[in-house]
């Protein structure tokens, strides 16, 4: 089955250190969402590109949050500094646009990335 | 302000019960919403997706019922496995093609 892998799994790492997570679309999706999920927050959007292009990240911290696809195959998520308050579950899910709107597409999530802050 | 409200937070039912979850939204412009479920340590996984013409869709043992005059949802889970036990979360598309608001979901645990 076709699915959305993201690495690592699991993240413990100290304040102050940079943090890199990945993220394998669908081959053949062109969209990419990151999200965080919290259990005060639920699941907030961080960015979203569509054919590799950034087209929202108003929901990172732009001073320590990025977002970048390198390619067709590979989005990533990067927290330099890295802080306590960023431990979270970060979710990937990709999707498929038509004529760019995915409003009744499915998207797909990976498993996520369970980051812990110290 | 979350505009997505479900309920209730949480609910325990015996395994071959049924049980129905509620969600109230205020997004709009409204595109459409979708419920999904959430295994402990898994991402979310697509239940249903309903635009606004459409008032109730099934998947298995799972049926979405949607009202877009009272903007009101629910998901009804039939003879309920231990498999469902699960946080379901309800989704809303707020017009443009990738603006999600999340819910809070609701924690179903299933017992035998």
């Known amino acids: 089955d076709a699915r959305v892998t993201q690495t690592p799994r699991h993240k413990v790492t100290e304040m102050g250190q940079e943090v890199t997570m990945r993220c394998q679309p669908i081959l053949g999706h062109n969209t990419v969402f990151w999200y965080r999920q919290t259990m005060m927050q639920g699941l907030e959007l961080l960015a979203y590109?569509?054919?590799?292009?950034?087209?929202?990240d108003s929901g990172m911290p732009k001073d320590r949050f990025s977002a970048e696809m390198p390619d067709a195959t590979l989005a990533t998520l990067k927290i330099q500094p890295s802080e306590p308050r960023d431990s979270a579950v970060y979710f990937c899910?990709?999707?498929?646009?038509?004529?760019?709107?995915?409003?009744?597409?499915?998207?797909?999530f990976g498993s996520g990335t369970q980051l812990s802050v110290l | 302000k979350n505009q997505v409200e479900q309920s209730p937070q949480s609910l325990i039912i015996l395994e071959g019960k049924n049980c129905t979850l509620q969600?109230?939204?205020?997004?709009?412009?409204?595109?459409?919403l979708r419920w999904y479920k959430q295994d402990t340590g898994r991402g979310p996984v697509s239940l249903t997706i309903?635009?606004?013409?459409?008032n109730t869709k099934s998947n298995g043992r799972y049926t979405a019922t949607l009202d877009a005059d009272t903007k009101q949802s629910s998901l009804h889970i039939t003879a309920s496995q231990l498999s469902d036990s699960a946080s379901y979360i309800c989704?809303?598309?707020?017009?443009?093609?990738?603006?999600?608001?999340f819910g809070a979901g609701t924690t179903v645990t299933v017992r035998a």
């Open positions: 590109f569509r054919n590799r292009a950034p087209l929202d």
């Open positions: 899910a990709s999707g498929s646009t038509q004529d760019g709107r995915t409003t009744n597409e499915k998207l797909f």
């Open positions: 969600c109230n939204y205020t997004v709009s412009p409204f595109s459409n």
């Open positions: 309903m635009t606004f013409s459409e």
């Open positions: 989704v809303v598309t707020q017009g443009s093609d990738y603006k999600l608001s």
